[in-house]
């Protein structure tokens, strides 16, 4: 099982971003799915999460500004970031926790990372 992100990259102040994670391979199951955020020399932290049932959370910062949604079939989540700030400069992660195929219990498997600049 492997996750691959796109859609990363430089921005204004106020513009926007849409951030994607595919998961292929032996897939039996995708549990929740979410979006980290990590600085240089911090903890990785939460942006937004959904589970399989589609309830969302989001952290404090975002909230009304950035979507997550996923679609099932594609095996795949997506971050909507709108009217982004300069302080969302960061390194983003896609997680999704899936249970392979022939595995008996689930875990966390995790993106590459996309570089998210925003500055003018």
């Known amino acids: 099982v492997q996750l691959v992100e796109s859609g990363g990259g430089l921005v204004q102040p106020g513009g926007s971003l849409r951030l994607s994670c595919a998961a292929s391979?032996?897939?039996?199951?995708?549990?929740?799915m979410g979006w980290y955020r990590q600085a240089p020399g911090k903890e990785r932290e939460l942006v937004a999460g959904i589970t399989t049932s589609g309830i969302t959370n989001y952290a404090d910062s975002v909230k009304g500004r950035f979507t997550i949604a996923r679609d099932n079939a594609k095996n795949t989540v997506y971050l909507q970031m709108n009217s982004l700030k300069p302080e969302a400069t960061d390194v983003y992660y896609c997680?999704?926790?899936?249970?392979?195929?022939?595995?008996?219990?689930?875990?966390?498997?995790w993106g590459q990372g996309t570089q998210v600049t925003v500055s003018s």
């Open positions: 997680s999704e926790n899936i249970r392979a195929i022939g595995m008996y219990l689930s875990r966390d498997y």
């Open positions: 391979g032996s897939i039996f199951r995708i549990n929740a």
